[in-house]
């Protein structure tokens, strides 16, 4: 069966430091990814999208990047954090083709201090 | 941009009561719906989906939800929700593989 890992589950950085979080796919091949931010009382805020290695489509220009260098491997990045990337971010997968949902990870609390 | 439009920020109901979350979407074109619930302290998770033939779909636990396409509406219903119910639910539209999701609803629901 399928899994999604994501790390770490929470998490406080100083402004102006470095992020790298990461997210895992088992138990299946080329799936489509995405980087999600949730705030509070809002829906969810699509940041980044991938259909494949090395190919990022970025939804909303900001501080943070991404980058999938392996098939099953997501990865959300900053250089250096604002205060205004503190969130909730989900990363998910869904199967390429076909009509399928979302499968979420089970997120990560970024507080940036 | 598509948009999606959950009109009820907060619900709250008492067991047995029946339930209906409003969602409208803005796309005009072929879409795929879904509607997500996020059990306090859990994953997000896919309650039940539309793409195509019957416009009433079922999914898990009871949940049930109409494609209406003139009102560009995909309500959410249920007939008799139970405490174990209280959650957030999200709306979601897909297109070109992407899903662009409502703000959510947040029903509470009272023994």
């Known amino acids: 069966s399928q899994t999604i890992h994501q790390w770490p589950a929470t998490l406080v950085q100083p402004v102006g430091s470095p992020l790298s979080l990461e997210c895992t796919v088992e138990g299946t091949s080329n799936p489509n990814l995405y980087w999600y931010r949730q705030a509070a009382g809002r829906g969810l805020q699509l940041l980044f999208y991938s259909v494949g290695i090395g190919q990022i489509s970025s939804e909303v220009p900001q501080n943070l990047s991404a980058s999938r260098p392996q098939d099953r491997q997501f990865i959300l990045s900053s250089k250096k954090l604002l205060l205004s990337d503190s969130g909730f971010y989900l990363c998910a997968w869904r199967q390429t083709g076909g009509n399928y949902g979302y499968t979420f990870g089970s997120g990560t609390r970024l507080t940036v201090v | 941009a598509q948009s999606v439009s959950q009109h009820n920020h907060h619900v709250i109901l008492s067991e047995a009561a029946s339930l209906e979350l409003g969602c409208n979407y803005s796309?005009?074109?072929?879409?795929?719906l879904f509607w997500y619930v996020q059990y306090p302290g859990q994953h997000l998770q896919l309650l039940l989906k539309y793409f195509s033939g019957d416009p009433l779909v079922k999914g898990i636990k009871g949940f049930e939800a109409e494609f209406i396409k003139s009102k560009f509406s995909f309500n959410l219903r249920k007939p008799s929700v139970q405490w174990s119910d209280t959650a957030e639910y999200f709306c979601a539209v897909t297109n070109a593989g992407k899903s662009t999701f409502g703000d959510g609803t947040t029903l509470t629901v009272k023994p």
């Open positions: 796309y005009g074109g072929t879409v795929n």
